[in-house]
């Protein structure tokens, strides 16, 4: 079964940092880009992160560039993002998710993890 | 930045209506859209990729049209498991933009 589990969630103080694991099975995961997306009640579903299959190449939303680092070990299947200097507006349910390219050039995110809850309070 | 807007928010239908929901981009995005549905609790589901294309296992009932700026996705007639959010996603730049999600309620 092809399936994306997180890990790592909870409550952070303001500063603190929290890494967050992605564990796949079912598919060859180094041939994924694979993406965090957050959710909110306030912003909705916002993209965060992506990294390509090799993990040499990465991206960032600007709300967390320079504070969030994606990586990834396809040796163990697993995706990350460490969360560091982390604000109370990083409050979230944090999803991993896979994209899947298209022969048409179109993509979209077809396996999603079960999302974890990033809390961040004093 | 592009900017993805769902109409409308909210929508109460009974089981067996056809509903439309639209999704307009702030920039063109040719066929670069993508629908899904969420559950409480859950992740999103995707049901609709390339603005028209069927995901695999989705119901034959669902249905994706449009390019350019304007998109709608059809249910042609609504069962009590497709009472849930609806968003439609951007995939043509990078920041992979949401719209704000319809929320579709039993009437």
């Known amino acids: 079964e092809v399936q994306l589990v997180e890990s790592g969630g909870g409550l952070v103080q303001p500063g603190g940092s929290l890494r967050l694991s992605c564990a796949a099975s079912?598919?060859?995961?180094?041939?994924?880009?694979m993406h965090w997306v957050r959710q909110t009640p306030g912003k909705g579903l916002v993209w965060v992160s992506r990294i390509n299959g090799d993990g040499r190449s990465t991206s960032y939303a600007d709300s967390v560039k320079g504070r969030f680092t994606i990586s990834r070990d396809n040796a163990k299947n697993t995706l990350y993002l460490q969360m560091n200097s982390l604000r109370a507006e990083d409050k979230a349910v944090y999803y991993c998710a896979r994209l899947q390219l298209y022969n048409s050039g179109e993509s979209a995110f077809d396996i999603w993890g079960q999302g974890t809850m990033v809390t961040v309070s004093s | 930045d592009m900017q993805m807007t769902q109409s409308p928010s909210s929508l109460s239908a009974s089981v067996g209506d056809r509903v439309t929901i639209t999704c307009r981009a702030s920039?063109?995005?040719?066929?670069?859209l993508n629908w899904y549905q969420q559950k409480p609790g859950k992740a999103p589901k995707l049901l609709i990729y390339?603005?028209?294309s069927l995901q695999s296992g989705v119901p034959s009932r669902f249905s994706g049209s449009g390019s350019g700026t304007y998109f709608t996705l059809t249910i042609s007639s609504l069962q009590p498991e497709d009472f849930a959010t609806y968003y439609c996603?951007?995939?043509?730049?990078?920041?992979?933009?949401f719209g704000q999600g319809t929320k579709l309620e039993i009437k």
């Open positions: 079912g598919f060859t995961f180094s041939s994924y880009w």
């Open positions: 390339a603005a028209s």
């Open positions: 996603q951007q995939s043509y730049s990078i920041l992979y933009t």
């Open positions: 920039q063109s995005i040719s066929s670069y």
